[in-house]
């Protein structure tokens, strides 16, 4: 079992949805939570970074860790075209083993104009 | 502003061919990774370097070398490459220890 799930999709949204994506992973260690975006022949970037539990809001972008039920989410208000891309969790703990990102395989996400 | 600038960005080899790829950051930071992404893979960690003069195994490490050769410059080696080895890979930085890791364009590499 990989320490970090992440539906590959590929997901199809129209413009102006609300777009959900998901991570579930087993390492009760992990305490900073990011997602990264990448664009189609690009390196990733980071786009949200969450510390513990709770939301974080950035525009259109919401991030939730749930870190009872190991699960966190990245929201997408007013998806627009731009936002096509794969979006990669990633996850860490703090000193020792755990302290290397984990990152999960990516989900593709495509907003129809 | 360059940011993270690697080399080759596409490469071919034969089975058995060495080759090595280049990485290069100007934003000063102390650790740098070599990742490589695979579909359904993701991105798997291949070696790092915390600080100049070190540098350690990560999660997939097997038919690779590095040299941290300055604060600048990571290098990543495959000294005999193989099929499996065709990826795309990603050179990165960051300050230690960051959540915050600036990734290169990426080289696309075929072994056949």
């Known amino acids: 079992q990989k320490e970090v799930e992440q539906d590959p999709g590929p997901l199809s949204v129209p413009e102006g949805a609300i777009v959900s994506l998901n991570c579930t992973y087993s390492n009760s260690a992990f305490q900073y939570f990011m997602w990264y975006r990448q664009y189609s022949r690009k390196g990733p970037e980071l786009l949200m970074y969450?510390?513990?539990?709770g939301n974080k809001e950035d525009g259109r972008f919401t991030a939730q860790v749930d870190k009872s039920s190991k699960y966190i989410s990245l929201f997408i208000r007013d998806s627009q075209p731009s936002d096509s891309a794969t979006y990669l969790c990633a996850m860490r703990g703090y000193g020792g083993a755990t302290n290397k990102l984990i990152f999960g395989t990516g989900t593709l996400l495509a907003v129809q104009p | 502003n360059a940011g993270v600038t690697q080399t080759p960005k596409f490469q071919v080899l034969k089975t058995g061919q060495s080759m090595t790829l280049q990485c290069a950051q100007d934003m000063n930071h102390n650790s740098m990774y070599w990742y490589r992404q695979d579909p359904g893979m993701g991105l798997r960690l291949i070696y790092y370097?915390?600080?100049?003069?070190?540098?350690d195994k990560g999660e997939v490490p097997n038919g690779y070398n590095v040299s941290r050769l300055n604060k600048r410059e990571f290098s990543l080696r495959l000294e005999s490459a193989a099929p499996s080895q065709t990826s795309v890979y990603f050179c990165?930085?960051?300050?230690?220890?960051?959540?915050?890791?600036?990734f290169g364009e990426g080289s696309w590499l075929t072994v056949v």
């Open positions: 969450t510390y513990s539990s």
């Open positions: 370097s915390a600080s100049e003069g070190t540098t």
């Open positions: 990165a930085s960051s300050e230690a220890s960051a959540n915050t890791i600036y």
